[in-house]
């Protein structure tokens, strides 16, 4: 879901100092995992187990994510740096569909880099940017990497899996079977909606040099 409002933000370069990167999150959650724990307070068994189906979606995404040719060219355009600060906890399975698919899409930029934070250890962060009033998660935060300005912020899911969820609960249809209906919808759409948000995102947030710029900046 989208969301273009720039704003201040309780983000400061101290709190960058505590965000980990996704590589460091893999390993967090593998050693966690290790000991029958997760990120967060509820080591319970069910949220050890999410745990480990998510591990296993965030493997498969990894694999199967191959970034559109006009998000490249969004992405190797851009000139404004940022910083993504995604929050997260590894048991959220929709931060598994996810951010794999998100840092593959920074990394297509030389001057875009992803930090993310542990929710639960950062209420006052994750406090300033709710949905619909819920500490939904993922949530990621764009920043100006000069400035620290929000340029825009995106989460908790595409837009249609959004959907997915809202009527679920008003209709009142049970955890489980909303689950599978949204991981579904996960694996057949294959990032193509999380991408095309991004194409549009990268164009409203940073400023994007044209193709003949960028062949003559490259030939320079």
């Not at 990167?21 to 509820?42: C, H, V, W």
């Not at 969004?74 to 590894?90: D, G, H, R």
């Not at 300033?128 to 990497?145: F, M, Q, V």
Request: aromatic fraction near 6%.
């Amino acid at each position: 879901m989208i969301d273009t409002k720039r704003t201040n933000t309780p983000i400061t370069t101290n709190t960058l100092k505590n965000t980990i990167s996704y590589m460091q999150y893999r390993e967090l959650i593998d050693k966690l995992l290790a000991e029958n724990k997760t990120t967060g307070q509820n080591h319970s068994e069910a949220m050890v187990e999410y745990t480990r189906m998510n591990m296993q979606r965030m493997r498969r995404v990894e694999k199967t994510t191959v970034l559109q040719d006009e998000l490249v060219q969004k992405m190797l355009s851009l000139q404004t740096p940022m910083i993504w600060v995604i929050l997260t906890e590894a048991w959220c399975g929709d931060a598994a569909q996810n951010i794999p698919s998100i840092v593959k899409i920074a990394d297509a930029s030389p001057i875009v880099e992803v930090k993310l934070l542990l929710r639960d250890e950062h209420p006052e962060i994750m406090d300033a940017y709710l949905t619909n009033g819920g500490r939904s998660i993922p949530k990621l935060i764009a920043l100006h990497a000069d400035t620290l300005e929000v340029l825009g912020t995106w989460g908790p899911r595409p837009a249609p899996a959004q959907q997915l969820v809202m009527e679920a609960k008003q209709h009142d249809v049970p955890f489980q079977e909303m689950a599978e209906k949204l991981h579904g919808w996960y694996g057949k759409d294959r990032s193509y909606t999380l991408q095309k948000e991004f194409t549009q995102l990268i164009t409203l947030w940073g400023n994007l040099v044209a193709p003949e710029e960028q062949l003559v900046e490259r030939c320079s």
